[in-house]
């Protein structure tokens, strides 16, 4: 888990509602919920239809077993590097309660339903991550397509400054709501699987198209927005290069449908 933990005591990040600091820089409880994500390949002869039918078959046996709760979306590289994979999949439960009954309900009854994803896709990772949304990316429900982009990021090595750095980052979130940015963005800390991550936490980006990225892409530069980014964030946070994906979104909680 790397940082997490004493991230986690030094900036009090517990289950709650409420952005990190509040007008009057008393910290308030920021709300994290679990995320799970698989990085697959499709097997000899199968590709996105056999997928799509696979997920019609599982959204059927979602509906008829109780999982109302979960959100999922499928990914696909846009901008990648040497090493990727041919899709991926992202879901979210909207607690860790949720997360332990759907969890439980998937190991009691979907062995079916899982071997039919494994007759077309083979998975070389499956990680679970606490995310916490730092800036929303509108009003209402996520489209039916998405466009998100994942960079590996450290924080400060002295546990003391990750307040510093999550002021920094509302700060920017603020600025970035004044001067009209599109993008939404999270924060996604590993919690179980994949081993010794060499990066403290994931910075997530999305917007509902690539004609908003290209915008928010314009307006950095335009405005030299790196010069901002700096001032508020400094030297506190260091990210690679991040991947893009084009994403479609495969399941909605009831309540969004």
């Not at 994290?32 to 097997?43: A, F, I």
């Not at 998937?106 to 606490?130: L, P, R, Y």
């Not at 179980?192 to 403290?200: R, S, V």
Request: aromatic letters at 12%; one cysteine or more; hydrophobic letters at 35%.
């Amino acid at each position: 888990m790397n940082k997490i933990l004493a991230a986690s005591a030094a900036a009090a990040l517990v289950f709650g509602m409420g952005p990190a600091y509040a007008d009057n820089h008393e910290q308030e409880a920021r709300r994290y919920v679990p995320v799970e994500t698989y990085t697959c390949n499709y097997r000899a002869g199968k590709g996105p239809a056999e997928l799509d039918a696979v997920i019609d078959n599982w959204n059927q046996w979602m509906d008829d077993n109780g999982g109302e709760n979960y959100f999922a979306v499928t990914l696909t590289p846009h901008y990648f590097g040497e090493n990727t994979f041919d899709v991926g999949w992202l879901g979210s439960w909207p607690s860790g309660d949720a997360m332990g009954s759907g969890t439980d309900l998937w190991m009691a009854k979907g062995s079916e339903i899982g071997q039919q994803f494994s007759e077309v896709i083979e998975c070389d990772s499956h990680t679970n991550f606490a995310t916490t949304e730092l800036k929303s990316p509108g009003e209402g429900p996520a489209p039916d397509t998405l466009v998100l982009a994942f960079s590996d990021c450290t924080g400060p090595e002295d546990s003391s400054k990750w307040p510093e750095l999550m002021a920094g980052l509302d700060a920017w979130t603020e600025y970035q709501t004044e001067t009209g940015y599109h993008e939404g963005s999270w924060m996604m800390f590993p919690v179980y699987g994949g081993g010794d991550f060499d990066f403290d936490f994931k910075m997530v980006s999305g917007w509902d198209n690539h004609t908003q990225n290209g915008q928010d892409y314009q307006r950095y530069g335009d405005q030299q927005d790196w010069e901002k980014q700096g001032e508020l964030v400094g030297d506190l946070m260091d990210c690679d290069v991040s991947r893009m994906y084009d994403a479609r979104v495969r399941r909605r909680p009831a309540q969004e449908e």
